[in-house]
Nanobody, 124 residues
Framework: QVQLVESGGGLVQAGGSLRLSCAAS????????MGWFRQAPGKEREFVAAIRWSGYTTYYADSVKGRFTVSRDNAKSTLYLQMNSLKPEDTAVYYC?????????????????WGQGTQVTVSS
């Protein structure tokens, strides 16, 4: 069993930056692929970024490529999402997720554990 707790969300102006963190419990964190998803009001949950268990392979949605960076510290059992050049359309609740298999995926149904989410609001 893995429990995930996100933090770092907040209100920021367009063009600003935020760093989200996701603290994981469980001794097998380093074996899991991890992902970030987001859900805006009235919209489906969408993929943002994912990272392989080793940290060497990352995968991004086209909408955030070049602006967001996903990383992980397996020693601290923590996943990060550095978000730069934020836009109002990035406003959403951001969720981290863990996948028991180590291969990255952009499909939400392939993830086994989810955090409660953290709100990111970008003002224009």
């Amino acid at each position: 069993q893995v429990q995930l707790v996100e933090s770092g969300g907040g209100l920021v102006q367009a063009g600003g930056s935020l760093r989200l963190s996701c603290a994981a419990s469980g001794r097998t964190f380093s074996r899991y692929a991890m992902g970030w998803f987001r859900q805006a009001p009235g919209k489906e949950r969408e993929f943002v970024a994912a990272i392989r268990w080793s940290g060497y392979t990352t995968y991004y949605a086209d909408s955030v490529k070049g602006r967001f960076t996903v990383s992980r510290d397996n020693a601290k059992s923590t996943l990060y999402l550095q978000m730069n050049s934020l836009k109002p359309e990035d406003t959403a609740v951001y969720y981290c997720a863990a996948k028991r298999e180590p291969v990255v995926s952009d499909l939400s149904y392939e993830y086994d554990y989810w955090g409660q989410g953290t709100q990111v609001t970008v003002s224009s």
